[in-house]
């Protein structure tokens, strides 16, 4: 199963249609920051599940945190500003531990990156749009318990 991970969209539409359209994904993971830009995502592309969160410039009745289970993996998504991950990722890192997930996806920083710690990977995608940092978006590929992740 291939899962696409965007986050911190701003508005910007462009990136994420384009990566759907390259990447051809069986699911993806929006981590907030336009919650409505993954709302529209989602009306795209209807027959794709999509797992979505708010983030800290989204407002309304919106999840900020899910527990989502894919292929024998456990996925905690957030955005991470209620985690605190611009001063760190310990916070995160005890949310993961708590809800016993393989991988976390977050956002927030607009820093892409993947970690390892205490047996759980963290990936924060970087952000899909709308920023002057580097954009990007992250791949995830779960079969059987097993996954792969890379940074796009």
């Known amino acids: 199963m291939k899962i696409l991970v965007f986050s911190d ?55 900020d945190l899910r527990v989502v289970e894919l ?16 001063s760190g990722l310990d916070e995160l890192l005890q949310e993961g531990l708590n809800r016993q997930v393989n991988v976390i996806c977050f956002g927030h920083t607009h820093l892409a990156k993947v970690v390892y710690r205490q047996g759980i990977y963290l990936m924060n995608p970087g952000t899909v749009g709308g920023c002057r940092a580097r954009e990007g978006y ?15």
């Open 71 to 86: 292929e024998g993996v456990r996925f905690l998504l957030t955005h991470g500003h209620l985690q605190y991950v611009k």
């Open 9 to 63: 969209s701003h508005g910007s539409m462009g990136k994420m249609v384009e990566a759907m359209e390259l990447e051809r994904p069986h699911h993806v993971f929006f981590l907030g920051d336009h919650y409505r830009d993954g709302q529209e995502l989602a009306s795209l592309y209807p027959d794709v599940p999509m797992d979505l969160v708010r983030g800290n410039c989204d407002w309304g009745k919106a999840p």
């Open 138 to 152: 992250g791949v995830i590929h779960a079969q059987d318990g097993s996954i792969n992740l890379e940074l796009k």
